[in-house]
């Protein structure tokens, strides 16, 4: 195959100066969209030269639009230069070139592991979108992979967007403050202490437009199952938000019961997200007749975490006639819960809600006074049984912003060269858990 490197965007000459910024990135094969999205700003340590490693083809071009597009925006426009390599050989080229010391991992799922483990073998850190890795032989790579990113001193380090939510950072605040939540319930298999749910759809805009996404998206041994996938984003913040600092182990985990369930997608669904005009070959096995295939993006566990039982659900539709992708989550406290709503009551934006059970209207507001030096303009609103917390719109950044402020904290990381203690072994515990649910679902 005829292989190439070009920059895109702009003619670089021999005169241009090397900025000799501590930071490089390095793409491969940015088959998903956050690829793109964690250049959707640029950092005042990075160089705007990234070497970008893949296979021709539309998901390549797909991203280099994207990018092209943050470049020439008329509000806080970027400069990020594609210094592109073309081939089949794109990761063994990748490996001998290493042309960066930052590689950022977001597409098929499939060998992700593989070019994780290789990778920090190479001695590059990463930073790869979430899943890790979809099954459990995955998982025992992962493991092999944290070990050799340790040996040589470099960084692994996994995109969890959600945690940069406001409604979310403030839930994990609250359930914090004693005061307010009192301590985190035990309850039962039958009435979990933590519920979260999230609804994803196939169909979306992106940018400001619709999201294009590759054939392979829709093949779950490629992408990963809805409980290997969108879950792991659950079970990072029953960890996050639950046990916040706190060192987990997989003894912690006890799961119960999981399950799993396809969305039907027929021929002109999958052709309007896809562009393609049939099924693909590898999609055969997933024909639920001649025009319609069966997607396995819907998960559900039953678990407990340190004996706090806990249930998460991921679901996939195809696509909603008004809203887009909702959360929802609650923590039940002794004092009171902490409740994230985002349906069409609240025009299908996430908001946080305190619903007291043992908790006056006074040492509400007293408690709440703390929180309110610390995220100055939030407020409470009393709304019948409930108070609604007022969040001003400037920590509403956008789950678009959420992958530039990953990244800013990674980069903090990486100045240091080291994570927090307990990062590497909760990543760990999240990967065992939808591995293991998985495994439980397939079986049953």
């Not at 990778?119 to 050799?148: H, Q, R, W």
């Not at 967007?161 to 307010?180: F, G, P, W």
């Not at 406290?333 to 025009?347: D, H, L, P, S, V």
């Amino acid at each position: 195959m005829l292989k190439k490197s070009f920059f895109l965007f702009s003619i670089i000459s021999s005169t241009v100066i090397a900025q000799n910024k501590p930071i490089q990135f390095i793409t491969l094969d940015p088959g998903h969209f956050h690829a793109a999205l964690v250049q959707n700003k640029t950092y005042s340590n990075v160089e705007n030269v990234v070497h970008v490693y893949a296979p021709a083809g539309q998901d390549l071009q797909d991203h280099l639009k994207r990018i092209e597009s943050y470049n020439t925006r008329a509000k806080n426009p970027t400069n990020w230069q594609e210094k592109v390599y073309e081939g089949n050989d794109f990761f063994e080229k990748m490996i001998t070139e290493k042309q960066g010391n930052v590689l950022i991992l977001s597409g098929n799922n499939q060998k992700k592991t593989e070019y994780i483990l290789k990778s920090v073998e190479a001695g590059i850190n990463v930073l790869g979108d979430k899943p890790m890795c979809i099954d459990t032989k995955g998982y025992e790579l992962l493991k092999k992979s944290f070990d050799a990113a340790k040996k040589n001193n470099v960084l692994l380090y996994d995109i969890m967007t959600e945690r940069s939510e406001i409604t979310t950072v403030l839930q994990k605040e609250l359930a914090q403050i004693s005061t307010i939540f009192g301590k985190l319930e035990k309850g039962t298999p039958e009435n979990p202490a933590i519920s979260i749910e999230s609804i994803h759809y196939f169909y979306k805009y992106v940018s400001g437009s619709p999201l294009k996404r590759p054939t392979w998206f829709m093949d779950v041994s490629q992408q990963g199952e809805g409980i290997a996938d969108v879950m792991v984003h659950l079970v990072d913040l029953a960890q996050w938000t639950s046990f916040p600092n706190v060192t987990l182990s997989n003894n912690d985990v006890k799961i119960t019961a999981a399950k799993r369930w396809a969305t039907p997608m027929t021929l002109s669904e999958f052709s309007l997200i896809t562009g393609a005009k049939q099924f693909p070959d590898f999609l055969k096995k997933d024909l639920k007749n001649d025009t319609t295939i069966n997607v396995f993006a819907n998960g559900e566990i039953n678990y407990s975490l340190k004996g706090v039982h806990t249930k998460l659900r991921a679901l996939w539709n195809y696509s909603t006639p008004e809203g887009g992708d909702t959360h929802y989550s609650i923590m039940r406290g002794t004092k009171a819960n902490i409740e994230i709503r985002q349906g069409k009551a609240e025009k299908f934006t996430p908001q946080l809600y305190i619903k007291p059970i043992s908790l006056t209207e006074k040492e509400l507001l007293l408690a709440f006074e703390g929180l309110k030096t610390k995220y100055a303009g939030i407020n409470l609103v009393k709304q019948d049984n409930e108070w609604l917390v007022e969040i001003p719109a400037i920590y509403r950044t956008g789950h678009e912003a959420h992958f530039g402020e990953v990244m800013e904290r990674f980069l903090d990381y990486k100045a240091k060269n080291q994570l927090p203690a307990w990062e590497v072994p909760n990543m760990l515990v999240k990967y065992y858990t939808t591995t293991k649910a998985l495994e439980l679902a397939k079986n049953k």
